[in-house]
């Protein structure tokens, strides 16, 4: 199982950014997609999270920032709006993946996006 990142790069203030995460491999489910964030000597950070449709996002995103997933595409996507300085970090997609019908929750992280928000 992998999950490949995409969509990061530099934005100016105030600028827009969609990632994308895609689910590969021999794969049964996915309960849980969710995005986190990593800045430099800082721990990784939740930013948004999908378990069955339900949605929770980090207080400092709210409103800004929208979680999705296409299931049949096995892919999560994180719409980014009025991006600012403070959300420069490294963002890495999550998912916990049952492979086969009986086996357990494992948890993935892809590689990593970095995303820059600079004029």
């Known amino acids: 199982v992998q999950l490949q990142a995409s969509g990061g790069g530099l934005v100016q203030p105030g600028g827009s950014l969609r990632l994308s995460c895609a689910a590969s491999?021999?794969?049964?489910?996915?309960?849980?997609m969710g995005w986190y964030r990593q800045v430099p000597g800082a721990q990784r950070e939740l930013v948004a999270i999908n378990t069955g449709g339900s949605t929770n996002y980090a207080d400092s995103v709210k409103g800004r920032f929208t979680i999705s997933r296409d299931n049949a595409k096995k892919t999560v996507y994180l719409q980014m709006n009025s991006l600012t300085s403070e959300d420069t970090a490294i963002y890495y997609c999550?998912?916990?993946?049952?492979?086969?019908?009986?086996?357990?929750?494992?948890?993935?992280w892809g590689q990593g996006t970095l995303v820059t928000v600079s004029s």
């Open positions: 999550n998912a916990f993946i049952k492979t086969l019908p009986i086996s357990p929750l494992v948890q993935h």
């Open positions: 491999g021999s794969i049964f489910s996915i309960p849980t």
